[in-house]
């Protein structure tokens, strides 16, 4: 794409059609769209996950029905969290320039719209159930054999049979949420070529060759804990400065967005998961006696996984905790920097 047609880029949250959850995405505002796009490992993708025509769209800041979740604002075809006022007024700029043409429509699917909200969690439960869930079996594709494991086939007969959808179609489009959302994992070469090639609905195939199974980490759901406990003094300081960020987990060492919000006296860096409706932060620590550096963007510095894009910098904390984190642009790396560097 042409970077003089790229009025605004950035993360923005976006609520989806037919599950109601909320996803970080990277959204790129041109004279008559907005684009949105994965990130994934630090990096986002190349292909596109669906875009919005701003030809007759209406905005609306507060979106009331999300009172709660404050700085949610809807367009049509989509329910957004922004971090600035200047992303509504970008694009209600640009809806202003097309007024004068014919008035267009939000490239969605139309039966999305129509569909009730799903409880991902709750279908993961059915589904795993010893009695009416899913059957896994052992399964072989190319020679090789896979335990423990079901076919594409099988999920959308499975979601259909228990009325968790009215159509395959409807079921495929459901599996592959389950799959993008981490629930799901693909088994074998068949599955996880459709993975890197299907679009956004269709990332699980109706085909009884393509293999999957639930994630290695099911049994654990639910005991995910905050990084660092949190206390009332923490938060009581003045808001400095706020926006999205990438960040490495410690553990498994995945990047995610996250909320970042930026405190003084007393000085503190916390960060939200902004696809969910809780106000507390994920994590966070102080910075006093923290070191803060920019990473070079030539190669992939020690201790940082995946396939990022660069814009990295590091925060090593009093107790020698490191913290490695992406900004979306050079300029906001600085700043990011030069903000922190002045509460430490």
């Not at 799903?118 to 279908?123: A, C, P, R, T």
Request: include cysteine; glycine fraction near 8%; aromatic fraction near 10%.
């Amino acid at each position: 794409m042409d970077k003089a047609q790229v009025l605004r880029q950035g993360f923005l949250v976006k609520r989806g059609h037919l599950v109601h959850n909320w996803k970080a995405r990277w959204f790129m505002l041109t004279p008559d769209k907005l684009l949105y796009y994965k990130y994934e490992g630090g990096r986002r993708d190349s292909s596109q996950r669906g875009k919005i025509l701003l030809q007759g769209c209406q905005i609306t800041s507060p979106f009331l029905e999300y009172e709660n979740r404050p700085r949610r604002r809807a367009l049509s075809g989509g329910l957004f969290e922004g971090g600035e006022d200047d992303w509504a007024a970008d694009i209600l700029a640009a809806a202003e320039r097309l007024k004068s043409e014919d008035s267009g429509i939000v490239d969605t699917d139309p039966e999305e719209t129509k569909r009730h909200h799903i409880d991902l969690s709750k279908v993961l439960d059915s589904m795993y159930d010893v009695h009416s869930g899913i059957n896994m079996s052992c399964h072989m594709e190319q020679g090789n054999t896979y335990k423990n494991c079901f076919s594409g086939s099988a999920v959308v007969d499975w979601l259909v049979f228990m009325q968790f959808s009215l159509s395959r179609v409807e079921a495929v489009t459901l599996a592959s949420a389950l799959l993008e959302e981490g629930f799901l994992r693909t088994v074998g070469l068949r599955s996880c070529e459709a993975l890197r090639t299907a679009g956004p609905s269709q990332q699980l195939i109706d085909d009884s060759t393509a293999l999957y199974s639930f994630c290695d980490s099911l049994k654990k759901r639910g005991s995910v804990k905050a990084e660092t406990s949190l206390s009332a003094v923490e938060l009581s300081g003045k808001v400095v400065k706020r926006g999205y960020l990438l960040k490495q987990g410690h553990r498994r060492k995945n990047w995610k967005v996250r909320l970042f919000v930026l405190r003084s006296e007393p000085a503190f860096l916390h960060y939200y998961d902004p696809t969910r409706d809780d106000i507390s932060p994920v994590g966070g620590f102080s910075l006093r006696g923290c070191l803060v550096s920019a990473l070079e963007d030539n190669g992939v510095p020690s201790g940082v996984k995946g396939n990022i894009q660069g814009n990295l910098f590091k925060i090593i904390t009093q107790s020698d905790t490191r913290y490695f984190i992406q900004a979306p642009t050079h300029q906001e790396k600085m700043d990011w920097i030069d903000a922190i560097r002045q509460q430490t």
